[in-house]
């Protein structure tokens, strides 16, 4: 998917959202574990078919299927090939957090945009430019770097001063530099509001996916005053503040609800 057909689905749905599907066995209504051959990926086509209205992308995290060996893996493929069938509209990102030396990232690259189709996938920055440019080497595939993470551990590294300016900022400006930059999107925790403006003088236009909203306390309102372009430029997610709000037979109900409480808020931005 090219990037302006996801500005489209954006000013379309009037929605900037991201549904993470995070699926844990242990959360999900139990009565799928006992009637279900597959829960996982039942789980899943439920909450795609409740809440494919009111966002524009979805994100497996494949840390939730590789979890469950090669049954988790059979679930993330029935998931993908099924919005990729059902609802072609929708962007979709593996949240797989990848980046090794060139061949192999090369790997990592055809398994998730060949192989299992993704329109996106996470990348670690660590390993630098020969690490990530055999990602970008894939033509309208986007390749979503983590710049400033969420969680708290983003402070022993990402925040530190490095010639003279934090490391975060050199991982952006230096990105900007890579061949086929244009396929680039960052990852930037919504628990960082404060940093977006700064950000943003950096990468005036990409894509940022903000992870944080919900579960970690992140504030939509913030992210988007500091961190909104014209083009939109967010991806917002939230994945266990949707997905879990109920672990009754409602579930799928229950998750569209939490879901259009964030929409309805984006659309009113987007007025
Ligand atoms: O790359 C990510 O998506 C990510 C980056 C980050 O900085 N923080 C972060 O929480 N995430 C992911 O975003 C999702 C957040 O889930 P919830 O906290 O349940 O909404 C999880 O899949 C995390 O792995």
Not at 6 to 17: D, G, H, N, P, R
Not at 86 to 104: H, L, Q, S, W
Not at 218 to 225: E, H, P
Not at 239 to 268: P, T, V
């Amino acid at each position: 998917m090219t990037t302006s057909e996801l500005v489209a689905q954006i000013q379309k749905k009037k929605s900037f959202l991201c549904i993470g599907l995070d699926v844990d066995l242990n959360k999900i209504p139990q009565h799928l574990l006992k009637e279900e051959e597959d829960p996982i990926f039942a789980f899943n086509k439920a909450i795609i078919d409740a809440t494919h209205h009111l966002c524009v992308a979805y994100k497996p995290n494949t840390a939730f299927y590789e979890a469950y060996g090669i049954k988790g893996w059979e679930s993330l493929e029935k998931t993908i090939k099924y919005l990729n069938e059902k609802y072609p509209e929708i962007f979709t990102i593996a949240d797989a957090k990848r980046g090794d030396i060139g061949n192999t990232s090369t790997m990592y690259a055809k398994a998730f945009f060949e192989d299992l189709a993704f329109d996106s996938v996470t990348v670690a920055p660590y390993m630098g430019k020969d690490s990530v440019e055999p990602f970008l080497a894939f033509k309208d595939k986007h390749t979503i770097m983590l710049a400033l993470t969420s969680n708290a551990g983003a402070f022993d590294f990402q925040t530190k001063t490095v010639d003279g300016k934090e490391l975060y900022k050199h991982v952006l400006e230096t990105s900007k530099t890579w061949t086929n930059a244009a396929n680039l999107m960052y990852v930037v925790g919504a628990t960082k509001a404060e940093y977006f403006a700064d950000i943003r003088k950096i990468i005036p236009h990409s894509f940022l996916l903000v992870p944080g909203v919900g579960a970690q306390g992140g504030n939509l309102q913030d992210v988007c005053k500091y961190g909104m372009t014209e083009n939109v430029g967010l991806l917002i997610n939230s994945s266990r503040g949707i997905i879990y709000a109920s672990s009754n037979e409602d579930f799928a109900e229950a998750a569209a609800k939490s879901a259009e409480i964030l929409q309805q808020d984006m659309k009113a931005i987007l007025e």
